[in-house]
């Protein structure tokens, strides 16, 4: 079965990650799906919203660890800048389902979308400095807009994880629901907006979207700098050999 499902029904597509035995780790073929369903959607005048869940109890691992030690992004092309490109973009409503953890682009994905529901499970984490990284998405520009400096820094140079009570208290979260209510009303939610005129809610989203659009993606370009130098670099290579290993990194002279 495919790890992006894809489900259109009534104006609403709804992708779902599916690769529940490695926790939704998101892979370069994972990527280009969701950047080909996007690019898709965006054109399509059947979709009128989007949805991006995950299980009940699981969002996403973030990125897989075994294909960042053995085939990180070769350049901007690579599917997850494609799928970065896409999202940020997308010209209509996108709402997130978050239930159980969401890790890395798990978290900074949420920056691109417009409504985010959560379970009362979920578990956010920016984990890039104790990954030996640095940020991605153009996290390091939306974030602290979103959530203030001192918020931002906090998550971004602790890497600890959050739940949803604090995320919703920052501002990164609409709503917080029960578990196994989130995707219900995700759905129901979009069912709401697929229902008014498409183009009061794309001009709305372009408007509320202008002022950072270019910023964004020029964000994205310098933090992938970094990012694709790091992750050859020696923090890194001990951060996943650490967890592939399940062991603790050990960053001593690092
Ligand atoms: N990439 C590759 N495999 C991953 C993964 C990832 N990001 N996250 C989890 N997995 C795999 C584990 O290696 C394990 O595989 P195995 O069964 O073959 O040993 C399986 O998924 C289950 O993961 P596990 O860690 O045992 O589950 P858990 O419920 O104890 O913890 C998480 C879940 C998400 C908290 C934990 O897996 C985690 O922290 N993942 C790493 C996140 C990360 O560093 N992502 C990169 C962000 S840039």
């Known amino acids: 079965m495919s790890e992006i499902l894809a ?8 992708l779902t990650f599916n690769r529940i035995e490695k926790k939704n780790a998101l892979t370069s073929p ?3 799906r969701l950047a080909d369903h996007l690019m898709g959607a965006a054109d399509d005048a059947q979709t009128r919203v989007l949805v991006i869940q995950g299980q ?15 085939r990180p992004p070769a350049s901007l092309e690579a599917p997850v800048f494609r799928f970065l490109r896409a999202i940020a973009d997308f010209p209509k409503p996108v709402i997130a389902a978050v239930c159980g953890p969401a890790v890395g682009i798990g978290t ?4 691109h979308c417009d409504l985010v529901y959560a379970g009362d499970n979920a578990l956010f984490s920016l984990p890039f ?18 959530v203030g400096h001192a918020a931002a820094a906090e998550k971004l140079l602790f890497g600890e994880p959050f739940a949803a009570d604090e995320a919703h208290e920052m501002g990164l979260v609409n709503r917080v629901l029960p578990p196994a209510e989130v995707n219900a009303y995700a759905q129901q939610q979009a069912g709401k907006l ?28 310098e933090e992938a700098m970094h990012f694709e130098r ?11 050999g650490a967890f592939l290993a399940k062991r603790k990194p050990d960053f001593s002279g690092l």
């Open 56 to 70: 009940e109890n699981l969002f996403t691992a973030g990125n897989d660890v075994s294909e960042f030690l053995q």
């Open 7 to 14: 489900h259109a029904e009534h104006g609403v597509l709804t």
């Open 30 to 32: 994972m990527y280009a």
């Open 129 to 146: 400095v104790n990954l030996g990284l640095c940020p991605e998405a153009a996290s390091s520009l939306l974030l602290p807009l979103r």
């Open 108 to 111: 900074t994905l949420l920056l």
């Open 230 to 240: 790091m992750l050859k670099g020696p923090a890194a290579k001990e951060a996943f």
């Open 194 to 221: 697929a229902a008014k005129p498409m183009a009061s809610l794309s001009v709305t989203k372009a408007l509320l979207r202008k002022p950072l659009r270019e910023a964004v993606h020029a964000v994205i370009v």
